[in-house]
């Protein structure tokens, strides 16, 4: 029977819309007329006649129904039952017509195809691996400021934008974070998100294949939208060191285009030279706790280096950056400032920084706390080798960075290393100095290219275990999430590139002029950051404050960051100067210094 009346109903839906009103029309009058009729029948009140009794049912059943209801002649009856129809045509073509204009309207802010009218925002064009690490810095960034919002036009799902990135929603504040679906590529998605008034434009490379031949049309459609002089700073990433001057022209004079793959490259070389740094740099590049600024004050022009840096109470000076946007980091103490020239510190905000109206005399050295750092022995280097297991399209980078660094380069045999475990000199780490886990090659299908990192931390993990014998390793990860999942060693560096440039994407977004100073902090060679034993600057065993080691550190070349306690694993930058701390042995100062 439940078969039959299935199959009735399936013939009735498919004759078609008359059909099914025909059947919803006797399905109401079924149910409505006796009702009605129930109803006349047991009032009191309704007429004796039977003519009376069937006028008092048509009424109800009209005025149900709301068919009119009227009385008298049939060509009247006839007449209020067509208005009826009339009007209730127009009541229902009018909520339909409303029903889809909303219906539509929602569906369009679903898809995020409204337009966005802000002033102010960061825009991000595109869409990566590395866009939730860069949305998270940049509503962090905004959340400094307590007003502001971050802005995402990408090829892809609204809601599924928006999901990936709600963990980095901030709790507080006004900040705002809108997602939009669009070809960042077509000028007209492009000014659904006002990028005319934004206050900076970071393009991100898509993850696969034809990433910088993305950007460079982004950036043409770009600047198609919002014109050829108007004042926004965009800020855009290529993979590939060939396509860089070309997207440097399409973006104009004035934005930033940075080699992705190339800075990656100079992270891992730099955690290579300086092992330990990978916290460190993750911390002077994200917006928790303290980071660079750029300190334009009235007043800095004609006076020098060292009297700013000592008379920042909360902040340590890094350097300086010339009007035309030169840095020099940690300059002699007695360089002069001229105008338009800038203070590059490391603090938590900008307007924490107090430096004094007048210039002020150099602090006499300390010496009660922290006396004369001991006289070590001027010894050669010897000649490093690396062992590098893996490869990818940055190797060849890495291999010349760390040859510039006094590092030899060896590609070791990483399938003979992780199956029979020693078989030739590469593959014993034991012989190298260091140890360099290169990620998979991304874009030709590999899905996981975090998987053989993993396997070979696995075996070096095992090996030490075996031996005894620890060997600094540094690992590349394209993935945070298998952070956790990574066994590290004890001597083991993590760097995750990926989050690493995004980070940076976000610094220089919100302050081009640090885009430079980051370019000569991360280079091997030169005024770089760099990881000294304490013991260079105070004897073990001595308490002091960090303004005391800050002052040393100043009077033997580098300017001091931080430091980072024998015990602990996290850096801890731009500590307050005025508090007092036993020094070790094992304490490490993170400074500015050359190589």
Request: with cysteine.
């Amino acid at each position: 029977m439940r078969d039959r009346a299935r199959y009735w109903v399936d013939r009735t839906v498919v004759r078609g819309v008359p059909a099914l009103v025909a059947w919803l029309a006797l399905a109401c009058l079924s149910l409505v007329a006796p009702a009605s009729a129930l109803l006349v029948w047991t009032d009191d009140a309704s007429p004796d006649t039977l003519r009376g009794k069937a006028a008092t049912v048509w009424r109800t059943v009209g005025q149900t129904l709301r068919l009119g209801g009227e009385v008298g002649p049939p060509l009247r009856i006839a007449l209020s039952v067509f208005l009826a129809l009339v009007s209730l045509l127009y009541v229902s073509t009018l909520v339909g017509l409303v029903t889809t204009a909303i219906t539509d309207r929602l569906a369009e802010l679903e898809r995020g195809q409204t337009t966005v009218v802000e002033r102010g925002h960061t825009l991000v064009l595109g869409w990566s691996e590395q866009t939730p690490t860069l949305v998270a810095e940049l509503l962090a960034a905004h959340a400094q400021r307590r007003a502001g919002a971050v802005v995402v036009l990408a090829d892809r799902d609204k809601a599924e934008m928006e999901r990936e990135a709600r963990d980095a929603l901030p709790s507080r504040g006004r900040i705002r974070l809108l997602c939009r679906r669009g070809r960042p590529t077509d000028p007209a998605a492009l000014a659904r998100v006002t990028p005319a008034a934004a206050e900076a434009v970071v393009v991100l490379p898509p993850d696969g294949p034809g990433a910088d031949a993305q950007v460079i049309r982004t950036l043409l459609a770009l600047r198609a939208a919002v014109g050829e002089g108007c004042p926004v700073r965009i800020v855009a990433g290529v993979r590939d060191t060939a396509h860089l001057p070309t997207a440097r022209l399409a973006a104009g004079p004035g934005a930033v285009v940075l080699d992705v793959d190339d800075l990656a490259a100079r992270l891992l070389v730099q955690c290579v030279l300086e092992p330990g740094i990978a916290l460190v740099l993750e911390d002077l590049l994200d917006f928790a706790g303290a980071e660079l600024h750029t300190l334009h004050r009235p007043g800095l022009a004609g006076r020098r280096y060292g009297e700013l840096a000592a008379a920042c109470p909360d902040s340590c000076a890094v350097g300086i950056v010339r009007a035309d946007g030169t840095p020099h980091l940690n300059p002699p103490p007695d360089t002069e400032l001229t105008p338009g020239d800038g203070l590059v510190v490391l603090a938590e905000d900008h307007r924490a920084t107090v430096l004094p109206a007048a210039p002020a005399a150099l602090a006499a050295p300390v010496t009660t706390a922290v006396g004369p750092a001991p006289v070590r022995p001027t010894t050669v280097p010897a000649l490093r080798r690396a062992l590098l297991l893996g490869w990818n399209g940055r190797g060849e980078r890495v291999v010349a960075g760390l040859a510039r660094g006094g590092v030899v380069a060896v590609r070791g045999d990483e399938g003979a290393f992780m199956v029979r475990e020693g078989v030739g000199v590469a593959a014993e780490p034991e012989a190298y100095d260091h140890v360099v886990v290169l990620a998979g090659p991304g874009g030709d299908g590999q899905s996981d290219p975090d998987g053989r990192t993993l396997v070979a931390l696995l075996h070096l993990r095992a090996r030490e275990r075996r031996t005894g014998r620890a060997v600094p390793v540094v690992a590349e990860l394209t993935d945070a999430r298998n952070r956790p999942l990574a066994p590290a060693a004890r001597r083991t560096d993590l760097l995750v590139t990926g989050r690493l440039t995004a980070l940076l994407l976000a610094q220089v977004s919100q302050n081009g002029h640090l885009a430079a100073a980051f370019d000569e902090l991360f280079a091997p060679t030169g005024h770089g950051v760099r990881l000294r034993p304490a013991r260079d600057f105070v004897p073990p065993g001595t308490e002091a404050p960090f303004a005391d080691l800050a002052a040393a550190a100043a009077r033997r070349g580098v300017a001091a960051l931080g430091y980072r306690p024998r015990d602990a694993a996290l850096p801890r930058l731009n500590p307050p100067k005025a508090v007092s701390r036993t020094w070790s042995a094992g304490d490490v100062l993170i400074v500015v210094g050359p190589a």
